[in-house]
C-alpha cells in the first residue's frame, strides 16, 4: 500500500507542541520572569498549549494504531474501489459538505477565541500583558485559520481531481483514499450504521462529548454496485438487516 500512515507524523508533532507548550509555562521561574511583567501570559499560554498538545498527542497516537492495523490487513471487514460517475458524483457532493462542516467549525474556534481574548484584556490590569497576549493569540489563531484553510483546500482539490477511491472498513474506524475516519476516540461512541439505497451511500453516525452534552456526527461513503456482498458484510457485522435500509438520504428523517 503506497498510503503512509500520516497519523505517526501528527502525535509527533502534537509531542513537539506539548513540550514547547510546557516548557514555555515553565519559563517565568526558570528565566525569572515577574507574572505581572509578563510571566503570566507566558504561564497561560504555555500551559493552553502543552495540554492541547498532549492531548492531541495521545488522540493521534490511537489512530495511529487504528491505521497500523488496516496497513497489516487487521479486523479488516470489507475493501472496496469506486471509480468512474460514481466516484465524480459521491466527490462533488463531499466537496460541499466539507467546506460547510470546515466553515462552521472555523466559527466555533472564532467565538471562543474572542470571548478568551475579551476576558484577558479587560481581567489583566497590566496594558502590556494584555497588548502581548492579544498579539499572542491573534498570531495562532491566525497561523490555525490559514492552516485549516489549505488542508480544506487541499483535501477538496484531492477529491476532484481523483478519478477512483479506496473504501477499507474495519471495526472501529475507516478509511478513504487513506484519511482516517474513527469512531473509537477519547469520548466518542458508535451510534448506527445505514444504507442509503437510492443514493448508494452508507453512513456511520457516531457522537462525542461536547460541554455535557453529545455531538453526532456521520460519515458517508461510496458503495458500487458490484460491492453487494463487501456491503453485506459490513452491514451484517454491524447488526444491520436489509430492512434497515434508508431509500434516500432525503428519506433519512421520515426513516427516524
Same mark, same amino acid.
Given at each position: 500500500?503506497?498510503?503512509?500512515?500520516?497519523?505517526?507524523?501528527?502525535?509527533?508533532?502534537?509531542?513537539?507542541?506539548?513540550?514547547?507548550?510546557?516548557?514555555?509555562?515553565?519559563?517565568?521561574?526558570?528565566?525569572?520572569?515577574?507574572?505581572?511583567?509578563?510571566?503570566?501570559?507566558?504561564?497561560?499560554?504555555?500551559?493552553?498549549?502543552?495540554?492541547?498538545?498532549?492531548?492531541?498527542?495521545?488522540?493521534?497516537?490511537?489512530?495511529?494504531?487504528?491505521?497500523?492495523?488496516?496497513?497489516?490487513?487487521?479486523?479488516?471487514?470489507?475493501?472496496?474501489?469506486?471509480?468512474?460517475?460514481?466516484?465524480?458524483?459521491?466527490?462533488?457532493?463531499?466537496?460541499?459538505?466539507?467546506?460547510?462542516?470546515?466553515?462552521?467549525?472555523?466559527?466555533?474556534?472564532?467565538?471562543?477565541?474572542?470571548?478568551?481574548?475579551?476576558?484577558?484584556?479587560?481581567?489583566?490590569?497590566?496594558?502590556?500583558?494584555?497588548?502581548?497576549?492579544?498579539?499572542?493569540?491573534?498570531?495562532?489563531?491566525?497561523?490555525?485559520?490559514?492552516?485549516?484553510?489549505?488542508?480544506?483546500?487541499?483535501?477538496? /482539490? $484531492? !477529491? =476532484?481531481?481523483?478519478?477512483?477511491?479506496?473504501? *477499507?472498513?474495519?471495526?472501529?474506524?475507516?478509511? #478513504?483514499?487513506?484519511? @482516517?475516519?474513527?469512531?473509537?476516540?477519547?469520548?466518542?461512541?458508535?451510534?448506527?450504521?445505514?444504507?442509503?439505497?437510492?443514493?448508494?451511500?452508507?453512513?456511520?453516525?457516531?457522537?462525542?462529548?461536547?460541554? /455535557? $452534552? !453529545? =455531538?453526532?456526527?456521520?460519515?458517508?461513503?461510496? *458503495?458500487?454496485?458490484?460491492?453487494?456482498?463487501? #456491503?453485506?458484510?459490513? @452491514?451484517?457485522?454491524?447488526?444491520?438487516?436489509?430492512?434497515?435500509?434508508?431509500?434516500?438520504?432525503?428519506?433519512?428523517?421520515?426513516?427516524?
Amino acid at each position: 500500500m503506497s498510503i503512509k500512515n500520516t497519523q505517526k507524523k501528527w502525535a509527533n508533532a502534537m509531542g513537539v507542541m506539548a513540550l514547547i507548550g510546557l516548557g514555555m509555562a515553565i519559563w517565568p521561574w526558570v528565566g525569572e520572569i515577574d507574572m505581572v511583567e509578563g510571566g503570566g501570559a507566558l504561564f497561560m499560554t504555555g500551559l493552553t498549549f502543552g495540554l492541547a498538545g498532549l492531548i492531541n498527542f495521545f488522540m493521534f497516537r490511537n489512530q495511529a494504531k487504528q491505521m497500523d492495523d488496516i496497513f497489516n490487513n487487521r479486523k479488516i471487514i470489507a475493501r472496496w474501489k469506486v471509480d468512474g460517475l460514481e466516484w465524480a458524483n459521491f466527490a462533488k457532493k463531499d466537496v460541499v459538505a466539507l467546506k460547510k462542516n470546515a466553515w462552521a467549525t472555523w466559527l466555533i474556534i472564532t467565538f471562543f477565541f474572542v470571548i478568551i481574548t475579551v476576558i484577558f484584556w479587560f481581567t489583566t490590569e497590566d496594558e502590556e500583558d494584555a497588548t502581548f497576549f492579544l498579539l499572542l493569540t491573534g498570531g495562532i489563531f491566525a497561523f490555525i485559520s490559514l492552516s485549516a484553510w489549505l488542508a480544506t483546500q487541499s483535501r477538496a /482539490r $484531492s !477529491r =476532484q481531481n481523483r478519478r477512483s477511491g479506496e473504501v *477499507v472498513i474495519a471495526n472501529n474506524c475507516l478509511t #478513504l483514499n487513506g484519511e @482516517l475516519r474513527i469512531w473509537n476516540g477519547l469520548g466518542s461512541k458508535f451510534e448506527s450504521v445505514n444504507y442509503y439505497e437510492m443514493d448508494k451511500i452508507l453512513e456511520f453516525t457516531y457522537s462525542y462529548m461536547v460541554g /455535557r $452534552s !453529545r =455531538q453526532f456526527k456521520e460519515l458517508r461513503i461510496p *458503495v458500487p454496485e458490484k460491492e453487494a456482498e463487501q #456491503l453485506q458484510k459490513v @452491514l451484517q457485522h454491524f447488526g444491520v438487516s436489509s430492512l434497515a435500509y434508508v431509500p434516500s438520504e432525503t428519506a433519512a428523517e421520515e426513516h427516524k
